[in-house]
């Protein structure tokens, strides 16, 4: 028979993971059904701080400057949120405006596929990288001459680490069998790499640093259709402000610098799944990119 707080414990884990919440913080579990501990008196404020004090505020007063060794200016308090998974002294986050900068040159620097991936793994100007599990680059064929971009990843892309395979990805899979292709066919990217926490909405800051990658990818692979999938990406990639009842189906030029891309946007398979009554439209969109295919040159 299962205890009532066993059954309680089961009940707040699945709304825990039902809201976004996957991954533990911390080394050590921590028991919520616990009685609290008595409040000490006035009189023993003065006595000597606990371990889990210690542990959240650490002065180090004989730290030299922050440099390349991570330490911090003398005499600074150093709080728990600071420090890394291995206790460490964490790395400063690099401005907005710092990190979209890092990120063009560093994306410009790519010469292939395998560069920019690499590149990407290194790059910490996003905190995203920092909550997610790992880099969410793309699958299918980097020769393909039909591109699909998405948002950014999901729970199950995260774990997988490859984009559209939950239960968007399955349809995403159908929506290119009916148009005759698979994914060995077609390259699938996200304008984020990593999986925001809990499946929010990426910040318009994330977006900019973010952007110079998925565009030099495209350049990498150079398609000939490029589909956006969803607002987000439509707007990110196709510099349009309307939203996407009014720019799916229609036909644009995606420009790389040395040729242009026919680009089209249509519904996420997400939001397909919200709403399926838009299949209709989105299969209208699909039998557009077919022709286009067939009417570019192989």
Sequence with gaps: MISDRDKIARELLAFYLE???????????????????????????????????????????????????GAAPEGRVIQAHELDAQGRLASAPQAPDTAVMAAREAARSAATLDDLRAILSGFDGCALKATAKQLVFSDGNPQARLMFVGEAPGREEDIEGLPFVGRSGKLLDRMIAAIGLDRSKAYIANVIPWR???????????????????????????????????????????????????????????????????????????????????????WLDLRAIAKALQASPS
Excluded at 207 to 223: D, G, H, K, M
Excluded at 248 to 257: I, V
């Design 196 to 282: 925001p926490p809990g499946n929010r909405t990426p910040t318009p800051q994330e977006t900019q640093i973010c952007l110079p990658f998925i565009q030099r990818q495209i350049e990498l692979v150079n398609p000939d259709v490029l589909v956006t999938l969803g607002n987000p990406s439509t707007q990110a990639l196709l510099s349009t402000r309307e939203g996407i009842m009014r720019s799916r189906g229609k036909w644009s030029g995606y420009d790389t610098g040395t040729r242009s891309i026919r680009a089209i946007a249509t519904f996420h398979p997400a939001y397909l799944l919200r709403s399926p009554s838009y299949k209709k439209m989105t």
């Design 19 to 69: 809201a976004g919440v996957d991954t533990a913080i911390g080394e050590t579990a921590v028991d919520r059904f616990a009685d609290e501990a008595p409040i000490a008196p006035a009189a023993t404020a003065t006595a000597a701080p606990t371990a889990e004090v210690a542990r959240s505020t650490m002065a180090l007063p004989t730290l030299q400057p922050r440099g390349g060794n």
